[in-house]
C-alpha cells in the first residue's frame, strides 16, 4: 500500500519570503502522479500543482514549483513571494495506477501561516 | 462551469436516521470518489465508482453505501449514522480515473456532517 507522509505539522512564512514544503511517499509503482491541494479556511480543496513520475522536468504553477526526486521518493513545494492570501493546509497526494482504479492517497497535511 | 457540487453543505442529525448527501459533477467524468477528512488523517477514500454501475470500496467503507445509476451523479448514504461517522466529506471527480495523461482530480465545496 502506498503511504505519504508530511513531516511538518505546521510552519511559517513572512510574506514575500520563500518557504517549501516537504512530502516523502512510499511505493512499488513506477507510473503515478503526485499532487499538492490547498485547502484554505474555506475547507475546498484546490489544485496547486501535479507531477507525472515519468516526467523528469519539475512542474511549476506562478509561484509555485516542486522538487521531485524519483529515486528519493521526495516531492516538497516550494511557494516563492509568498501572499497572505497563501495561509492553508497544504496536503501533498499520491495517485497510482494499480489493477483497474486509481485512488488519491493523502498526507496528513502541513498547515502555512504567512505573516506580515 | 465545470464543477463538482454536494448536498448539503452542513448537516447535523442523530444516531440511526438514514441520510444521503449527494454529489454532481457537469464535466463528464467517468470516475467518482468519496473521502472523509478527520483531524490529523488527512482525507481517506471511502468508495469510488469507475463508470456508471461500477463502485468499490475504499480504505474507509464501513458503514457506507453509494450508487451510480448516471454518469454525473454519486450520492453517499449512511443507512445508520454513527457519531463516528462525524466528519467533513468531500466528493470528487476525474476523467478517467488515473488512465489519461490530463488526470486531475476536482473536488466538491465539501459536506460537514455532525452525528449526534
Known amino acids: 500500500a502506498q503511504t505519504v507522509t508530511q513531516s511538518q505539522p505546521e510552519m511559517s512564512v513572512q510574506e514575500a519570503e520563500t518557504v517549501t514544503l516537504s512530502c516523502t511517499y512510499d511505493t512499488s509503482e513506477n507510473n503515478y502522479y503526485l499532487f499538492w491541494y490547498k485547502q484554505p479556511p474555506s475547507r475546498q480543496m484546490i489544485l496547486v500543482i501535479r507531477?507525472?513520475?515519468?516526467?523528469?522536468q519539475n512542474a511549476t504553477e506562478n509561484r509555485f514549483s516542486v522538487n521531485f526526486q524519483k529515486a528519493a521518493k521526495s516531492f516538497s513545494l516550494k511557494i516563492s513571494d509568498s501572499q497572505l492570501g497563501d495561509t492553508a493546509m497544504y496536503f501533498c497526494?499520491?495517485?497510482?495506477?494499480?489493477?483497474?482504479?486509481?485512488?488519491?492517497?493523502f498526507g496528513t497535511g502541513t498547515r502555512l501561516q504567512v505573516t506580515l | 462551469e465545470a464543477q463538482v457540487t454536494q448536498n448539503p453543505r452542513y448537516l447535523i442529525t442523530v444516531t440511526g436516521k438514514k441520510l444521503t448527501v449527494t454529489c454532481s459533477q457537469n464535466m463528464n467524468h467517468e470516475y467518482m470518489s468519496w473521502y472523509r477528512q478527520d483531524p490529523g488523517l488527512g482525507l481517506r477514500q471511502i468508495y469510488y465508482?469507475?463508470?456508471?454501475?461500477?463502485?468499490d470500496k475504499g480504505d474507509v467503507p464501513e458503514g457506507y453505501k453509494v450508487s451510480r445509476k448516471e454518469k454525473r451523479n454519486f450520492p453517499l448514504i449512511l443507512e445508520s449514522p454513527s457519531p463516528n461517522q462525524t466528519s467533513l466529506y468531500f466528493c470528487?471527480?476525474?476523467?478517467?480515473?488515473?488512465?489519461?495523461?490530463?488526470?486531475?482530480?476536482?473536488f466538491g465545496p465539501g459536506t460537514r456532517l455532525l452525528v449526534l
Open positions: 465508482s469507475m463508470n456508471v454501475e461500477v463502485t
Open positions: 497526494a499520491f495517485m497510482g495506477h494499480t489493477g483497474t482504479a486509481s485512488k488519491l492517497t
Open positions: 507531477q507525472e513520475a515519468y516526467k523528469q
Open positions: 470528487a471527480s476525474s476523467l478517467a480515473g488515473g488512465f489519461s495523461t490530463r488526470e486531475t482530480q476536482y
